[in-house]
């Protein structure tokens, strides 16, 4: 018997059968590329940046488009990030073919290292870096020798805000002076951290100001979910009522990660004919097997801090947190205490503050938290 694949993803994007909406995103992303210019946005954990970049390069595919992707929020240093860079060129292009011999021989004074990843089996290019002076000069040499293949490069860097922690005091402009030269080779910059990343996009004295056109990636249209939703499960054979899809997205607030994982548990509990009480059930299971961490969670939170993320969950959004009717309601205490936990509870991330919208409000980042806080 064939395997039914469900059609909800909650890891990796697989191709635009399975992903929603998007479209004006998508366009002005290769629309930036198509111009040669780098585009920056940042949004919210879990809302499907990476997704987005993958679907663009997807798109990119067709166009005779060399992408690479790399994702920097595990690197600590220029160095961890100059290797990762020259080892994702190096997996561009197979070794075999010239352009892969024509790289090894253009970064040979750099002593490359190949070895074998012991988990992954991939081959992995590492640089042999020690002076600093060498980053300002290796980050421009790479991309000086993609700049000048045949064919446009895309390079899209996830968690940029990364490079902020780097102990180096000039990175930002090392790498604006490497990029700004470049003709045919345009970059995505993309982060979850807001703060971070309006730093080095918005601040007026560093230099990657002004430097990007910038994209809004905000939740999906709840109109646009709701049809995809509808569409993947008939294309199964099964059918939804209304109040079923409009309780999900209520429940997970249109959260993408929350809305395909709660999709993701419905759809693999086989209902045909899925009704508001499989919503329940499906949200039930997923609420217990999590239990454990909200436990934990708690344990790391001081008493004032849960009880303010407590207030906001049951809240749902919150726009005037200092407000009396709100302290008063959650006995919280005074608008300073309320300030102290929120700045703990933002830098945790498990709190979210949409500054980006006409009308901020806060929300808890995670959504099943939220709602096993409601329920408990
Ligand atoms: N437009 C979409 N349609 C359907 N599924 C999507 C869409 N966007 C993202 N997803 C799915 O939602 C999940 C979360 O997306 P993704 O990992 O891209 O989010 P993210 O913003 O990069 O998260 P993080 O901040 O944790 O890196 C993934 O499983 C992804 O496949
Ligand atoms: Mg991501």
């Given at each position: 018997m064939k395997t039914e694949i469900n059609p909800f993803l909650i890891q990796q994007y697989q191709s635009p059968a399975y992903f929603c909406d998007r479209i004006s995103e998508t366009n002005t992303l290769l629309e930036n590329i198509q111009n040669n210019s780098n585009t920056a946005f940042f949004a919210q954990r879990r809302i499907g940046k990476t997704a987005l970049i993958q679907h663009v390069f997807h798109q990119l595919a067709k166009k005779k488009t060399m992408t690479i992707y790399i994702d920097i929020y595990a690197t600590q240093n220029l160095k961890a990030f100059t290797n990762q860079l020259?080892?994702?060129?190096?997996?561009?292009?197979?070794?075999?073919?010239?352009l892969g011999k024509r790289f090894l021989e253009a970064i040979k004074l750099l002593r490359p290292i190949i070895s074998l990843d012991e988990i992954t089996g991939n081959a992995e290019l590492s640089l042999?870096?020690?002076?600093?002076?060498?980053?300002?000069?290796?980050?421009?040499?790479?991309?000086?020798?993609?700049?000048?293949?045949?064919?446009?490069?895309?390079?899209?860097?996830?968690?940029?805000q990364q490079i902020l922690e780097y102990p180096e005091q000039n990175v930002e402009a090392i790498l604006r002076t490497a990029i700004a030269p470049l003709k045919q080779t345009s970059f995505i910059f993309c982060g979850s951290n807001q703060a971070m990343m309006q730093t080095i996009f918005n601040a007026a004295k560093r230099p990657f100001y002004a430097s990007t056109k910038n994209i809004n990636l905000h939740k999906i249209d709840s109109g646009l979910y709701t049809q995809f939703i509808r569409k993947k499960i008939k294309e199964h054979q099964r059918t939804?009522?209304?109040?079923?899809?409009?309780?999900?997205?209520?429940?997970?607030?249109?959260?993408?990660?929350?809305?395909?994982?709660?999709?993701?548990?419905?759809?693999?509990?086989?209902?045909?004919?899925?009704?508001?009480?499989?919503v329940y059930q499906a949200l039930n299971k997923i609420l217990s097997q999590n239990e454990g961490s909200y436990y934990q969670y708690r344990q790391l939170l001081t008493s004032a801090q849960w009880q303010l993320l407590r207030a906001i969950a049951l809240e749902g959004t919150v726009d005037k947190p200092y407000a009396q009717q709100f302290i008063y309601r959650h006995q919280l205490g005074t608008p300073a205490n309320v300030k102290r936990s929120l700045e703990a509870l933002i830098q945790k991330e498990m709190v979210y503050q949409n500054t980006n919208l006409k009308s901020p409000y806060l929300e808890v980042y995670d959504k099943f938290l939220m709602l096993w806080m409601q329920h408990k």
């Open positions: 020259a080892n994702s060129i190096y997996n561009l292009y197979p070794v075999n073919k010239s042999d870096i020690t002076q600093p002076k060498q980053f300002e000069k290796t980050i421009p040499q790479l991309l000086q020798f993609l700049d000048q293949q045949p064919t446009r490069t895309v390079i899209a860097i996830d968690e940029f939804i009522s209304d109040v079923a899809v409009e309780q999900i997205l209520i429940l997970t607030q249109s959260h993408t990660y929350y809305t395909q994982c709660l999709c993701n548990t419905i759809f693999a509990s086989n209902i045909k004919n899925i009704e508001l009480e499989h």
